[in-house]
């Protein structure tokens, strides 16, 4: 059974750091395309960044360009989201997500087949 799974998340002050990691289970990462979305209270989930099934290219929101470093590591079936300089604006619950292609032509939910559960990221002071 294919699974994603999502950690790292919490609460940090503004200008701080996290990083996520989605785990993948019951599939072969390295044949799948992976994308960070995040979805705020009362707006449409949107996408943060995405990565292709090798890692050679990634793709980011212009909101978070210059902040966000997104890897992965196939021998560990995991994909990380590094996240600097954190804002207000970038609270929501992130998600990742699964399609099985090199790299999806847009980096949008509906192109994505597999997710998982979502962890909370919340920036505040």
């Known amino acids: 059974q294919l699974q994603l799974v999502e950690s790292g998340g919490g609460l940090v002050q503004p200008g701080g750091s996290l990083r996520l990691s989605c785990a993948a289970s019951?599939?072969?990462?390295?044949?799948?395309?992976i994308g960070w979305f995040r979805q705020a209270p009362g707006k449409e989930r949107e996408g943060v960044s995405c990565?292709?099934?090798?890692?050679?290219?990634?793709r980011y929101a212009d909101s978070v360009k210059g902040r966000f470093t997104i890897s992965r590591d196939n021998a560990k079936n995991t994909v990380y989201l590094q996240m600097n300089s954190l804002k207000p604006e970038d609270t929501g619950v992130y998600y990742c997500?699964?399609?099985?292609?090199?790299?999806?032509?847009?980096?949008?939910?509906?192109?994505?087949?597999?997710w998982g559960q979502g962890t909370q990221v919340t920036v505040s002071s």
């Open positions: 997500a699964a399609v099985a292609t090199i790299f999806p032509l847009g980096c949008r939910p509906n192109v994505f087949d597999y």
């Open positions: 019951g599939f072969t990462l390295a044949r799948y395309a």
């Open positions: 990565i292709s099934s090798s890692g050679g290219m990634t």
